[in-house]
T-cell receptor, first 111, second 113 residues
Framework: GEDVEQSLFLSVREGDSSVINCTYT??????LYWYKQEPGAGLQLLTY?????DMKQDQRLTVLLNKKDKHLSLRIADTQTGDSAIYFC???????????FGTGTKLQVIP | DVKVTQSSRYLVKRTGEKVFLECVQD?????MFWYRQDPGLGLRLIYF???????EKGDIPEGYSVSREKKERFSLILESASTNQTSMYLC????????????FGPGTRLTVT
């Protein structure tokens, strides 16, 4: 089965960059996602990347994918207090295959 | 704007009770999912459904069942609640296959005493 692993906690100062890392085991995964969960809320899709891409940038967010090492990262530039949340990476084989979520990384932004 | 609603934000039940968690989506999505979220374990899929009256087991279906009689509604049933089912339960829906965005409800925090 698939396992998606993340470190549980990350603390950064406001204005710094945050890098959240994720490793996955299923090399067949076609789609890789980053979801954000704010306190008291459900998850919300932040961004995603296809497995044939190395990088995707969307405003302050940069996603890097290293397929050889099965490593996915999310970089948040100029981190703000509103970025404090739990971030989940997730993978899917596409089609009607289920999405497998990681353990989640809690990002704490210190003012 | 997609909306996924869950019947309760907080629920306290006793061991052995039958518990119903309801989820409704308003975007005519084909797919609906039930997850449980536990600290350090992330989200784990309990059951999912790709169509009315269809259901598939996820990774941790034991102790749970589901019902999908109407497209917009997906119910999670705990036949006989146990303390190890104390958790946050999240419902989600999506319009297509696994490559489509899942929209989540706010969650139900269930405590079984």
């Amino acid at each position: 089965g698939e396992d998606v692993e993340q470190s549980l906690f990350l603390s950064v100062r406001e204005g710094d960059s945050s890098v959240i890392n994720c490793t996955y085991t299923d090399s067949s995964s076609t789609y890789l996602y980053w979801y954000k969960q704010e306190p008291g809320a459900g998850l919300q899709l932040l961004t995603y990347i296809f497995s044939n891409m190395d990088m995707k940038q969307d405003q302050r967010l940069t996603v890097l994918l290293n397929k050889k090492d099965k490593h996915l990262s999310l970089r948040i530039a100029d981190t703000q207090t509103g970025d404090s949340a739990i971030y989940f990476c997730a993978e899917s084989l596409g089609g009607y295959q289920k999405v497998t979520f990681g353990t989640g990384t809690k990002l704490q932004v210190i003012p | 704007d997609v909306k996924v609603t869950q019947s309760s934000r907080y629920l306290v039940k006793r061991t052995g009770e039958k518990v119903f968690l309801e989820c409704v989506q308003d975007m005519d999505h084909e797919n609906m999912f039930w997850y449980r979220q536990d600290p350090g374990l992330g989200l784990r899929l309990i059951y999912f459904s790709y169509d009315v009256k269809m259901k598939e087991k996820g990774d941790i279906p034991e102790g749970y069942s589901v019902s999908r009689e109407k497209k917009e509604r997906f119910s999670l049933i705990l036949e006989s609640a146990s303390t190890n089912q104390t958790s946050m339960y999240l419902c989600a829906s999506s319009s297509g296959g696994g490559d489509y965005e899942q929209y989540f409800g706010p969650g139900t925090r269930l405590t079984v005493t």
